[in-house]
């Protein structure tokens, strides 16, 4: 299956790829939707696997060419649409803070969370990609505790990320959800873009569950 050259994004409802829609509305971005059922097994069938062959989400498609992995497509779309404003260009002496929280999300961060969920020891500190859960958390705590943004006064890519991110980590009970971490959560998601976004996601997954539903599949 060829890889189209418009801007496509592969989504499924309620997953990580919720949070790149939520970016391409910020950035007013043209873009299609391929959306899938992950609960049925969709990404697994040779037709993504044939886009895909990790067979996950969130992936886009532009230019004829595939980037998938999810701090790398919020580095591309908010590079490649410049004019929505969130990302500090090159030569910006924000564009090393705003790199340094995407990456750190990736990197350290969902690793030292993914161990505590499976209740997991993260193994030797030299040897473990984020060293201990305390020192990682607090690492991003203590910035979201400064404000209102990461950078500050202002409002990045890397903000919906997390954004996004802290809003699932704290529903699941797998960080606490202080005051600062509760307001910034609702100052991602009270976001215009963000609301249409995530009024979207529901009602592709209720359609989603309806169709299960109704071919009696849970």
């Given at each position: 299956?060829?890889?189209?050259?418009?801007?496509?994004?592969?989504?499924?409802?309620?997953?990580?790829?919720?949070?790149?829609?939520?970016?391409?509305?910020?950035?007013?971005?043209?873009?299609?939707?391929?959306?899938?059922?992950?609960?049925?097994?969709?990404?697994?069938?040779?037709?993504?696997?044939?886009?895909?062959?990790?067979?996950?989400?969130?992936?886009?498609?532009?230019?004829?060419?595939?980037?998938?992995?999810?701090?790398?497509?919020?580095?591309?779309?908010?590079?490649?649409?410049?004019?929505?404003?969130?990302?500090?260009?090159?030569?910006?002496?924000?564009?090393?803070?705003?790199?340094?929280?995407?990456?750190?999300?990736?990197?350290?961060?969902?690793?030292?969370?993914?161990?505590?969920?499976?209740?997991?020891?993260?193994?030797?500190?030299?040897?473990?990609?984020?060293?201990?859960?305390?020192?990682?958390?607090?690492?991003?705590?203590?910035?979201?505790?400064?404000?209102?943004?990461?950078?500050?006064?202002?409002?990045?890519?890397?903000?919906?990320?997390?954004?996004?991110?802290?809003?699932?980590?704290?529903?699941?009970?797998?960080?606490e959800r202080t005051p600062a971490v509760s307001a910034y959560i609702e100052r991602v998601q009270s976001r215009p873009a963000v609301t249409k976004a995530r009024a979207l996601d529901d009602e592709l997954a209720?359609?989603?569950?309806?169709?299960?539903?109704a071919a009696g599949v849970s």
């Amino acid at each position: 299956m060829p890889i189209p050259a418009a801007l496509t994004l592969y989504h499924c409802p309620h997953t990580r790829s919720s949070g790149v829609l939520m970016l391409l509305e910020e950035l007013g971005a043209p873009y299609s939707l391929v959306t899938m059922d992950l609960k049925a097994g969709e990404t697994r069938l040779p037709e993504y696997l044939a886009i895909n062959p990790m067979g996950k989400v969130p992936a886009i498609a532009h230019r004829g060419q595939l980037v998938t992995e999810q701090v790398a497509i919020y580095l591309y779309l908010a590079d490649e649409f410049a004019s929505g404003g969130l990302a500090p260009p090159i030569g910006d002496p924000l564009r090393g803070p705003y790199l340094r929280w995407l990456v750190f999300y990736g990197s350290c961060f969902e690793p030292a969370i993914v161990d505590r969920f499976m209740q997991r020891e993260p193994g030797p500190q030299g040897s473990s990609p984020y060293g201990d859960f305390a020192s990682t958390t607090g690492a991003i705590l203590g910035q979201v505790e400064r404000g209102p943004w990461l950078l500050g006064e202002r409002y990045s890519a890397a903000d919906l990320l997390w954004g996004t991110a802290l809003g699932w980590i704290t529903g699941f009970k797998l960080l606490e959800r202080t005051p600062a971490v509760s307001a910034y959560i609702e100052r991602v998601q009270s976001r215009p873009a963000v609301t249409k976004a995530r009024a979207l996601d529901d009602e592709l997954a209720a359609k989603q569950a309806a169709a299960r539903g109704a071919a009696g599949v849970s």
